[in-house]
């Protein structure tokens, strides 16, 4: 069994009658990371998070969790993960209070201070029945279910549903603090900004295929920026185009308006003859980035580009793994 991997898959495949939802994933995810999940909607996020959590059989394929398989060794799976659906209700007629009790108790106990400390943090009452809490407040107590008992992998599907802004920043403050102590967490997410404030690494799939995985730092390598060059006399704008990394230029009076990706050595180099006046550099567009990787329909899965929607899966109901 090879335990240097928190997630490891092999052809994993899952069909729903004729239609493929996961088709031949081969994924890795080391220990110790925060690892991102992105895909538009229908593209098998949420069924590879099933697979994972014990909740769906494969068609055909492996998967395995700290080398353990998880079809042969479910129980064993399930007690090393945390794992939270993407539409969490629990039960309507338990209060917060006995809902964790119950499932503290399938995994074989859990620390009361632990519980409290959590609710604590996200301001939830663990009193009330959760067929009257709110979506963000149901959360709340998916989220407690998923940390509670510190499992050594977290799988999480669309974590931050509901949540106000204040607790969605409580909650990636809570992804960082469970990496340093050496916990995994697989990310599942429609809100690419939240991912790129936790994620080490990140997988993109598309249409139930892997298109890459990649560094987080290599996503923001590529992402483009804007780049305003203001010039003494005139631009030079046959040179600017022939810049490594130079996407596009607009020119207006005396400024060049250019996009640019990877570094801008090259483009430095090849304006600073002609009389830089001015540069003036805007945020960098890191969902375009994201989004290029789906546009073109290449068949080379790193060149892919994205043009089928917003990132993230459309949520299933299931109550936990």
């Known amino acids: 069994m090879d335990e240097s991997l928190a997630v490891a898959t092999t052809g994993l495949t899952k069909a729903f009658g004729k239609r493929r939802a996961l088709q031949d994933l081969d994924l890795e995810v080391p220990r110790g990371v925060v690892f991102g999940y992105l895909g538009p909607n229908g593209a098998g996020k949420t069924t590879t998070l099933k697979l994972l959590a014990g909740l769906y059989r494969p068609t055909s394929g492996r998967a395995r969790i700290f080398g353990r398989d998880v079809t042969s060794d479910r129980d064993r799976v399930q007690r090393m993960i ?38 604590e943090r996200f301001d939830v009452d663990l009193g009330r029945r959760l067929g009257t809490l709110s979506h963000g407040n149901r959360q709340k107590i998916g989220i407690i279910q998923a940390f509670m008992n510190q499992p050594p992998l977290l799988v999480l599907d669309e974590p931050t549903q509901g949540l106000d802004p204040l607790m969605q920043r409580e909650f990636l403050a809570l992804l960082g603090e469970v990496r340093g102590r050496g916990q995994t967490v697989l990310l599942s997410s429609h809100v690419l900004s939240e991912v790129e404030a936790v994620a080490d690494r990140i997988a993109i799939l598309k249409s139930g295929r892997l298109l890459t995985t990649l560094p987080m730092d290599d996503l923001h390598a590529g992402a483009r920026r804007s780049i305003d060059l203001t010039f003494e006399h005139d631009v030079p704008e046959a040179e600017l185009r022939h810049a490594s990394g130079v996407r596009d230029v607009h020119v207006r009076d005396r400024t060049a308006h250019l996009t640019v990706t990877g570094s801008t050595a090259d483009l430095v180099r090849v304006a600073a003859p002609y009389g830089v006046a001015r540069i003036t550099t805007h945020d960098t567009d890191l969902a375009d980035t994201f989004l290029g990787f789906y546009e073109n329909g290449s068949e080379d899965p790193d060149a892919q580009r994205l043009s089928e929607g917003p990132v993230g899966s459309a949520p299933q109901p299931s109550l936990l793994g």
Request: hydrophobic share 40%; proline share 5%.
């Open 82 to 119: 945390g794992y939270l659906p993407g539409d969490f209700t629990g039960y309507a007629d338990q209060t917060g209070r006995q809902f964790l009790h119950l499932i503290a108790s399938l995994r074989g106990g859990v620390d009361p201070a632990m519980v409290r400390r959590l609710a």
